[in-house]
């Protein structure tokens, strides 16, 4: 049997062919998404998916989540002490997602169809391919993202020629892409996208507006990074974007210091305060259309696909500047995952479909560590500043230009650095390299740093001192990401080695986790009663009995819903 994978940043999913249909195959908890996320467990035991999302504000550094982001590079992401290569902690969401199958299908599932980006690159391809190795699964083809969302709607059947664009709205990213179909070939013409814009952000704009408004009146500290306000914070701001999807108006509730804030907020409220980051969607859709030299209304259709992409106001959009209504039967979350089962479906049937992939664009962000003053003066160290973003076609040539901070500043450290968080520090520092400058007032010496990248992986960062032409350079050659046959061999006897939770027990774990994630976030009598419900439900665990656990699990799940409502994935 060959599955379908869609190895998602936030989420994954396995689906098959069967039938002459798509079926999603359910994880032990009942849900088609499993988060991709990876952790320690109390007990010294991996976690892997719900369970390990649940810990990683209680326990970040034992947690690991949106590694795909890292894929094809060298990184390590440590669980507790131990480090892990990206495409381990996939192998470990696939082979999880592998069991799954295994368990709905009652035999050995042993290859698979997993899409990725249209713009991964050769080394973010072959590290995809390596996770699916690492996980016991034969990798028969790998599909492009797009293309599987154009595949799960029937568009390779297409009589004519045609062009497509695909818009996907995920919860970190927006990818735009243009795919030409005809007689069985789909070619990937152009994709275009920004890596730093997706649904966290529409939550981020109702964070914001909440702190500015009923957060202030009531004094709230400022939720700082991982803190858990700040966890609790955007919980309720996420189901309220979910909500004003359907409703024309929703409520955020905010238990604080023994008190509920309430305060409500209209889809049009919404919409203004996300103003800004709609007009950023218009620039990627743009540029892939101009790359692939179409004309809007050459477009046979509009696919959407991502969560986000639910939103009434992104729908919206969409229809304004192609005056007409993108397909959307499908459910976003599900339609990549559901192309990657049609084209296993295929594979298992012998039957062709040829992929024109693209893979000369730049697989990282590349930029490099500035210093920023706030509002009020402070400096903030530590900052990202991209200069050539992912997913920009190479070779390419970019500046960026960066001042000086202090008075009499005499030297402009150049840091550069390759990932896609804003802190460089959690970014690999890729090398760096020092020029000085006249010394002068804060803000009036400047430097234009250019980054020249190509298509072997070189990168060549230039600096030069606007004033006096004074330059410094520096070299990076690249591809430390790609795993050698012998070290996938080496990193398998590593992984199975690791002791990993039971599938059997992976509810016992995710509401275990459930349940300590709101012990943390609630106060007062609510967190004593979750305090006392979970001592309750871990003396049952002790007694392993499984009737006896299962009817436990049940009452402790209708507690914790009754003070978590809308509890989603
Ligand atoms: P994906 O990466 O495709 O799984 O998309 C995840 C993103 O979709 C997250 O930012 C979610 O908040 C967002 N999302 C899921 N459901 C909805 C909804 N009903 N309305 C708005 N955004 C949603």
Not at 91 to 101: E, G, I
Not at 477 to 496: S, Y
């Amino acid at each position: 049997m060959i599955v379908g994978i869609d190895l998602g940043t936030t989420n994954s999913l396995v689906g098959i062919w069967r039938d002459g249909a798509v079926t999603l195959v359910p994880n032990a908890l009942g849900h088609l998404l499993s988060p991709s996320a990876v952790g320690l467990g109390d007990d010294g035991a991996i976690l892997v998916g719900l369970a390990a999302r649940e810990r990683l504000i209680s326990h970040p550094a034992l947690t690991a989540a949106a590694f795909k982001r890292y894929m094809g590079s060298d990184r390590l992401l440590f669980l507790g002490e131990k480090g892990f290569r990206p495409e381990e902690l996939s192998a470990l969401v696939l082979r999880s997602l592998k069991a799954d199958a295994e368990a709905m299908l009652g035999e050995a599932v042993d290859e698979a169809v997993i899409t990725v980006p249209a713009y991964f690159n050769d080394a973010q391809r072959k590290a995809t391919k390596a996770a699916g190795e690492l996980a016991g699964l034969r990798v028969a083809r790998l599909l492009t993202e797009p293309t599987a969302a154009a595949l799960a709607y029937g568009l390779d059947a297409l009589e004519e020629e045609s062009t497509i664009l695909v818009v996907d709205l995920g919860g970190g990213t927006f990818d735009v892409s243009v795919l030409n179909c005809f007689e069985g070939v789909m070619e990937v013409r152009a994709c275009a996208g920004d890596s730093w814009l997706g649904g966290e952000d529409f939550v981020d704009v109702i964070v914001a507006a909440f702190m500015a408004g009923p957060g202030a009146e009531a004094g709230l500290p400022p939720p700082s990074e991982g803190s858990v306000l700040r966890a609790a914070l955007r919980r309720q701001a996420e189901l309220m974007k979910r909500a004003l999807s359907d409703a024309e108006s929703a409520t955020l509730d905010l238990a604080h210091d023994g008190k509920t804030l309430h305060w409500s907020l209209t889809r049009d409220g919404f919409e203004k305060l996300a103003e800004p980051l709609l007009a950023r969607l218009r620039a990627p859709i743009e540029r892939a259309l101009r790359d692939a030299r179409v004309d809007p209304d050459a477009l046979s259709q509009i696919v959407l696909a991502g969560g986000a992409s639910r939103m009434p106001m992104f729908r919206r959009l969409i229809a304004r500047l192609f005056q007409r209504l993108p397909v959307q039967s499908i459910n976003p979350d599900e339609v990549v995952a559901r192309g990657a089962a049609v084209r296993a479906g295929l594979a298992m049937r012998d039957q062709s479909l040829e992929e024109v992939v693209l893979t000369d664009v730049a697989p990282f962000t590349l930029g490099v560590g500035v210093a920023e003053r706030d509002a009020d003066g402070r400096r903030i160290d530590g900052l990202f500043m991209p200069v050539i973003e992912r997913n920009t076609v190479i070779p390419a040539s970019r500046i960026e230009t960066v001042s000086t901070l202090e008075d009499n500043q005499s030297q402009i450290s150049i840091k550069v650095y390759q990932g896609e968080s804003r802190l460089v520090r959690d970014n690999i520092l890729l090398g760096e390299f020092v020029v000085t400058v006249p010394r002068r007032r804060a803000g009036e010496e400047s430097v234009d740093i250019r980054f020249t990248y190509d298509t072997s992986g070189l990168l060549e960062v230039e600096a030069t001192v606007r004033s006096n032409g004074v330059r410094g350079n520096l070299i990076i050659e690249g591809n430390p990401g790609v795993l050698t046959p012998e070290q996938i061999k080496q990193r398998l006897t590593e992984l199975a080695k690791l002791k990993v939770h039971p599938r059997d027990q992976a509810e016992n774990a995710a509401v275990v986790a459930r349940a300590k994630r709101l012990y943390e976030e609630r106060l007062g009598a609510t967190r004593h009663r979750i305090g006392d419900w979970l001592s309750d439900f871990m003396a049952v665990l002790n007694r392993q009995d499984e009737t006896e656990i299962a009817a436990a699990r049940q009452r402790l799940v209708a507690n914790l819903d009754a003070v978590d409502d809308n509890f989603f994935l």
